[in-house]
């Protein structure tokens, strides 16, 4: 019997020290970035990773599991006035997404990769959405203020009336696709369509899998 434990305790030994541990606080020179996954010591890897604060002034922590963003995260740099939150689950974000850059604040609240809401924002452009989404067509207030006035434009299953001087018809239609995340705007006049125009939303997975990875390369830079 001792004989036995004395065997397998350099087993179990050797298993701890090739387990990668569960919280990695970065910079790691085991953790890397592999064709778009996170993998510690060339094996995907499944944990917390810790951003403490660094030169730039980014901080914040992120879960992973097998390599790809799964669970909460929260990465900011108050300096710059950047904060990004957000909730992945069998990787489709799920809850409340926010994202803070410069002048712009995006807040949404997802679904299983489904947008439901969305309230956005931009401080230079003096533009407001707040918008719910039924079959990615919008329903709310689109704002916009300029040094004149405030003009207000209400929709409704993604199509709002907008109020001119001419004896036309004018409508406006907001929607937005739920695979791509991507804004389409369209003018009508007379029932005719006038101008078309499509617009990345600014955030998806990939452009979240790009602010991680480039955290990851950066704190591996620090002296």
């Given at each position: 019997?001792?004989?036995?434990?004395?065997?397998?305790?350099?087993?179990?030994?050797?298993?701890?020290?090739?387990?990668?541990?569960?919280?990695?606080?970065?910079?790691?020179?085991?953790?890397?970035?592999?064709?778009?996954?996170i993998v510690y010591k060339k094996e995907p890897y499944t944990g917390k990773l810790v951003l403490p604060k660094s030169p730039r002034g980014n901080e914040g922590y992120m879960y992973v599991k097998d390599g790809h963003l799964e669970g909460n995260a929260e990465i900011k740099n108050e300096k710059d006035?950047?904060?990004?939150?957000?909730?992945?689950?069998?990787?489709?974000?799920?809850g409340e997404l926010l994202y803070k850059s410069g002048d712009g604040q995006l807040t949404l609240n997802v679904d299983k990769g489904v947008i439901l809401s969305m309230q956005m924002s931009n401080d230079?452009?003096?533009?407001?959405?707040?918008?719910?989404?039924?079959?990615?067509?919008?329903?709310?207030?689109?704002?916009?203020?300029?040094?004149?006035?405030?003009?207000?434009?209400v929709f409704t299953d993604g199509m709002a009336k907008i109020e001119n001087d001419g004896n036309i018809d004018v409508e406006a239609?907001?929607?937005?696709?739920?695979?791509?995340?991507?804004?389409?705007?369209?003018?009508?006049?007379?029932?005719?369509s006038y101008s078309k125009t499509e617009k990345f939303l600014g955030i998806n997975l990939e452009t979240i899998e790009d602010i991680v990875f480039s955290s990851i390369e950066d704190y591996k830079t620090q002296k």
């Open positions: 019997m001792k004989r036995f434990f004395l065997f397998i305790l350099p087993v179990l030994l050797v298993i701890t020290a090739c387990k990668a541990p569960e919280e990695i606080v970065l910079p790691d020179k085991n953790l890397n970035v592999a064709d778009r996954t006035g950047f904060l990004l939150k957000y909730n992945i689950n069998a990787g489709k974000f799920q230079k452009e003096k533009t407001e959405y707040n918008f719910t989404f039924t079959d990615g067509l919008a329903n709310g207030v689109f704002r916009h203020e300029n040094k004149k006035n405030t003009a207000e434009i239609k907001f929607s937005i696709n739920q695979n791509t995340w991507m804004i389409t705007m369209e003018s009508f006049v007379d029932g005719k």
